[in-house]
């Protein structure tokens, strides 16, 4: 069956950078979109980025751009994000999620939860 | 970017009742809307997508509907494990919005 494992959770100080993975099973990696999304606690979804696996190219929400790098590495089936300048508020579970029909969120990961704290 | 709005912020029902939550985007998205639960916890779970198809393994009690800009996720007969957070979420255009969430409790 289609399963999305996410890296561990991390513990990082304000102004760095966390990188979590998310790797696939039970389907071709290049066949779907990747999407991430994240969610401060007590809170609501927010869109993140994209990536195609297939071609590589990604796009993210205003906010995060310049601050967020989406990459895979196809020959393990694995999706990256990585975001940096970290401050209190990237403070989140941080969740990926493979694209279906409609591109809605077909297939999610388990979140990996990133606390940004001096 | 697309606003996303959902009605209610949360609502209260009893096991059996009939829910309706609606979703209204600020520009037309045609049928290009996802309906997600989430449980305490839990990663969110696809219920709906474009609009109006439900997702394998999902009850047919659950149900969306509409086109546009006003959206509607219906639930016939609330059970107990229905009990969760909605989100609706444009796939028109990127980035792909989710509306506040609605908060279903029992009364």
């Known amino acids: 069956q289609v399963q999305l494992v996410q890296s561990g959770a991390e513990v990082k100080k304000p102004g760095a950078s966390v990188k979590v993975s998310c790797k696939a099973s039970?389907?071709?990696?290049?066949?779907?979109?990747i999407y991430w999304v994240r969610q401060a606690t007590g809170q609501g979804l927010e869109w993140m980025g994209w990536m195609n696996p297939n071609s590589g190219n990604t796009g993210s929400a205003q906010k995060f751009q310049g601050r967020v790098t989406i990459t895979r590495n196809t020959s393990i089936s694995t999706a990256y994000m990585e975001l940096s300048s970290l401050g209190s508020d990237d403070t989140a579970v941080y969740y990926c999620?493979?694209?279906?029909?409609?591109?809605?969120?077909?297939?999610w990961g388990q979140g990996t939860l990133v606390t940004v704290s001096s | 970017d697309i606003q996303m709005t959902q009605s209610p912020s949360s609502v209260s029902a009893s096991v059996g009742d009939r829910v309706t939550i609606t979703c209204r985007a600020s520009?037309?998205?045609?049928?290009?809307l996802a309906w997600y639960q989430q449980k305490p916890g839990k990663a969110p779970k696809l219920l709906i997508y474009g609009a109006s198809s439900l997702q394998s393994g999902v009850p047919s009690r659950f149900s969306g509907s509409g086109s546009g800009t006003d959206f509607t996720l219906t639930i016939s007969s609330l059970q107990p494990e229905d009990f969760a957070t909605y989100y609706c979420?444009?796939?028109?255009?990127?980035?792909?919005?989710f509306g506040q969430g609605t908060k279903l409790q029992i009364k």
């Open positions: 039970g389907y071709t990696f290049t066949t779907y979109d």
């Open positions: 999620a493979r694209g279906g029909q409609y591109s809605s969120l077909w297939a």
């Open positions: 520009q037309g998205i045609s049928s290009w």
């Open positions: 979420q444009q796939t028109n255009s990127f980035p792909y919005t």
